[in-house]
């Protein structure tokens, strides 16, 4: 699986938009981009993924460039409740079916 | 919303001991995983499963660990003889299919302490 590039951590004010960004230069064409997050110790969340079309869904859109070797995670409006740490993963099931987890993003939304 | 469950929430045992976590996935997934997560560490992939086989595991999956479906609901990961160092989290998750546009959906978890 290609290798995921994540700032460590990131602030942003509640009601405004998070911009997650993930750096995967080394993904092929097959490789899809997910996003997880995980709130304290809970098990991870599935946020969205995609393979070359931005996605959007009730909980985020994902903006993902042409050259597909990088990414950004948008959270339209941050809650408290989004304060977690963000997982990009990068995953070709093709010859693997697991999730590898990186350290992540750690999002911290202040009032 | 169909999530998966697990039970129990938090399980202690002395070293030496085994123990049994059970997971229920969603009911209509075909693929179940078990991850686990050391206190401060990363989230790491132990064992994948589908049609009562094992499909893929890591390094740490060894003979210490099982898994089963015992029936039609339950999915099971089976720790002899238990280590400090098995003390962790432990996830499961189930995805409906297994090609990479299959996302997979996590359970709350069963924290293992074993001391």
Known sequence: DAKTTQPPSMDCAEGRAANLPCNHSTISGNEYVYWYRQIHSQGPQYIIHGLKNNETNEMASLIITEDRKSSTLILP??????????????????????????????????P | EPEVTQTPSHQVT???????????????HLYFYWYRQILGQKVEFLVSF??????????????????????????????????LEDSAMYFCASSEGDTSSYEQYFGPGTRLTVT
């Not at chain 1, 409740?81 to 099931?93: G, L």
């Not at chain 2, 002395?14 to 209509?28: A, K, T, Y």
């Open chain 2, 14 to 28: 002395q070293m030496g001991q085994e123990v049994i976590l059970r997971c229920v996935p969603i009911s209509n």
């Open chain 2, 50 to 83: 589908y049609n009562n086989e094992i499909s893929e595991k890591s390094e740490i999956f060894d003979d210490q660990f099982s898994v089963e479906r015992p029936d039609g609901s339950n999915f099971t990961l089976k720790i002899r003889s238990t280590k």
């Open chain 1, 77 to 110: 409006h941050a809650t408290l409740r989004d304060t977690a740490v963000y997982y990009c993963i990068v995953r070709d099931s093709y010859n693997t079916h697991k999730l590898i987890f990186g350290t992540g993003t750690r999002i911290q939304v202040f």
